[in-house]
């Protein structure tokens, strides 16, 4: 069974950064070949696609976080990282990594608390 551990959140100020981190584990040989993405789901709202990255190492962006993220793999350590800079209050949200092809409930981790305010 594979397991997905995002680590990594916090509270932060406006204009501040984060790094998170996902850490891949279980009975898979390598995520290098799996499109990778970064979810976030903020209190009251549906769950929003905030980046993707895949196996090749090619990216794309929310509009919103445009910029101000970075999505980033180590597929030797079978890790997905998400570098956020210039945190606003709306990037508050529970943070989550899955594939980036579609959700898959299975892998959902406990995810990782982003709250940016002052």
């Known amino acids: 069974q594979v397991q997905l551990v995002e680590s990594g959140g916090g509270l932060v100020q406006p204009g501040g950064s984060l790094r998170l981190s996902c850490a891949a584990s279980?009975?898979?040989?390598?995520?290098?070949?799996?499109?990778m993405a970064w979810y976030r789901q903020a209190p009251g709202k549906q769950r929003e696609l905030v980046a993707r990255i895949t196996g090749g190492g090619s990216t794309n962006y929310a509009d919103s976080v445009k910029g101000r993220f970075t999505i980033s793999r180590d597929n030797a350590k079978n890790m997905v990282y998400l570098q956020m800079n210039s945190l606003k209050p709306e990037d508050t949200a529970v943070y989550y990594c899955?594939?980036?092809?579609?959700?898959?409930?299975?892998?959902r981790g406990q995810g990782t608390q982003v709250t940016v305010s002052s």
């Open positions: 899955n594939t980036g092809s579609t959700w898959v409930e299975s892998l």
């Open positions: 279980g009975r898979i040989f390598s995520i290098a070949a799996v499109t």
